[in-house]
């Protein structure tokens, strides 16, 4: 496949009849020189040696940092709608779990795929994604549960990032599910674990393919000290660590991450205050997945008001996966974020930008339009910033500048 990014034409120049989110009274200006960003401010204050540059115009739209979308699990093959009847009929996302369903049925889809066919079928969702915004995003591996699938996803992952010139951060969540040829057996959790502690991480990461570990840390998955395990491999290999916390029961696991300096928990519906004080210490951000939250029909809401009063960022993502959140756009879980858990629509957008780029550790380069950061924002026609979280459904973007390119646009 011919990369997509060879056509997107440089943003270079100064960006004009734009109206900066942080300031969406004034008209402001951009200026990006290679692909990164030289200057930000008002275009009243605008240098008079940029003034000449090649002219942008955007037409009075509104203009925020691109967006990151800090969990998803893109690459698998398949599609579980099937569930989603079940579910209808009355079953709980762990009895479909318990009937073959859930997890390993996109284990088996994921494993009877290649590489180009996972492509092929990720690529279409990569696509929704990045047009609503989207500059980086991460992609987990943990539908091939073997070294050998594993790995298969985890190329396909830096593939598509290298494809539609986005940037991906690429996690390896081998502690997803017990694969089903260990489901019979006595240690089947114990001698799994052991295989993804020993062999498949250690390998994936001298391949390069791991940017950070995670681990679903659940009564349906993997224990407290099956977690810490893996999290002592990834530590020894200088890879940090991320954790599925307390989505479904109050497991510890999030003070156990904050303990390793993870760099986010995620889900977190049965966070305790322990667990909260913790990341508060450890400058862990929570990672917010009301898509997940509502295709489940959970009741049980993530603590918002506790984490905000003790100053714990907050980050919104798709979650993105074939069972509990095939999600296509992170503006809709803007909009879910302040609906039904009560984010401030400052708080959501900060979310998929600032907060969600640390939950990545790239609040070095994206999630912020700043001086010496590459150029990753996105015009929008909106009148105000509270537009993007009030409309769901809508799709509201004039242009998006990405990694110093205009993937979306272009005659911008
Ligand atoms: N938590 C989730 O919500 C997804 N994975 C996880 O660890 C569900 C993944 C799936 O059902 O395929
Ligand atoms: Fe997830």
Known sequence: MKPVINEFPSADGLWSGIRLATDANVEGAIVVAQGAIRWVGARSALPAEFAGLKPHDGGGALVTPGLVDCHTHLVYGGQRANEFAMRLAGATYEEVAKAGGGIVSSVRATREADEDTLFAQAAPRLEQ??????????????????????????????????????????????????????????????????????????????????????????????????????????????LPVKLHAEQLSDMGGAALAARYGALSCDHIEHLSAEGIEAMRRSGTVAVLLPGAYYTLRDTHLPPIAALRAAGVPMAVSTDHNPGTSPALSLLLMVNMACTLFRLTVPEALDGVTVHAARALGLQDTHGAIAPGMPANFVLWNVREAAELAYWFGQQPVRAVVRQGRIAIGGNA
């Open 129 to 238: 994604l990045l047009a609503d915004g989207v500059c980086a995003i991460e992609i987990k591996s943990g539908y091939g549960l073997s070294l050998e699938h594993e790995r298969k996803q985890l190329r396909v992952a830096r593939r598509l990032g290298e494809a539609y010139g986005v940037t991906v951060r690429t996690t390896f969540l081998g502690a997803h599910a017990l694969p089903p040829e260990y489901a019979g057996r006595a240690n089947g959790s114990g001698d799994y674990i052991d295989l993804v502690c020993n062999e498949m991480l250690p390998a994936l990461a001298a391949e390069g393919l791991v940017d950070a570990v995670d681990v679903f840390c659940e009564r349906i998955a993997f224990s407290l000290a099956e977690t810490e395990q893996v999290f002592k491999v990834a530590k020894a290999l200088g």
